[in-house]
């Protein structure tokens, strides 16, 4: 059974993947022209970016073993599963007729999104572990 934790984490993972389905699942004529003034590969990476690394704090957080070490499993699932979703929603703008076509060229930003997480979220990791690594070291230092 889920704890309310995990409950209440996975929320910001399905608001995102709801988002995400909702914008790439747009009619073409129900969007706004002149609206992106940014590449939209460039946004592809941006949002598989944020996908991943939501899905990722999602999986770290019920992680109960070693807090302190970078969990790559996580990262690999939470990679998979932005990968799939990417391919999926790619293949749902080919099939569907909504005047949109799935771009091999839309899943290579994506990708190149994941990639971009994984250094945001292992250096983000390693510098708040460092810190703490420090907080500690100083703690004790001074409580001798």
Not at 83 to 100: A, H, K, T, W
Not at 121 to 139: A, D, L
């Amino acid at each position: 059974m889920l704890n309310k934790n995990k409950i209440y984490g996975i929320v910001p993972v399905l608001l995102w993947i709801g988002a995400i389905t909702f914008m790439s699942l747009l009619p073409v004529k129900e969007i706004p022209q002149g609206i992106l003034t940014v590449s939209d590969k460039i946004i592809h990476a941006l949002i598989y970016c944020v996908l991943t690394s939501v899905i990722y704090l999602y999986l770290f957080s019920g992680n109960k073993t070693d807090v302190l070490k970078f969990q790559k499993h996580f990262f690999i699932k939470a990679a998979v599963i932005s990968f799939m979703f990417g391919i999926g929603i790619e293949l749902g703008q080919s099939y569907m007729d909504l005047g949109r076509s799935g771009d091999v060229f839309d899943v290579l930003a994506n990708v190149s999104g994941i990639a971009l997480s994984l250094f945001i979220v292992y250096i983000v990791h390693n510098v708040v572990i460092f810190k703490k690594i420090v907080f500690r070291y100083v703690s004790f230092i001074r409580n001798k």
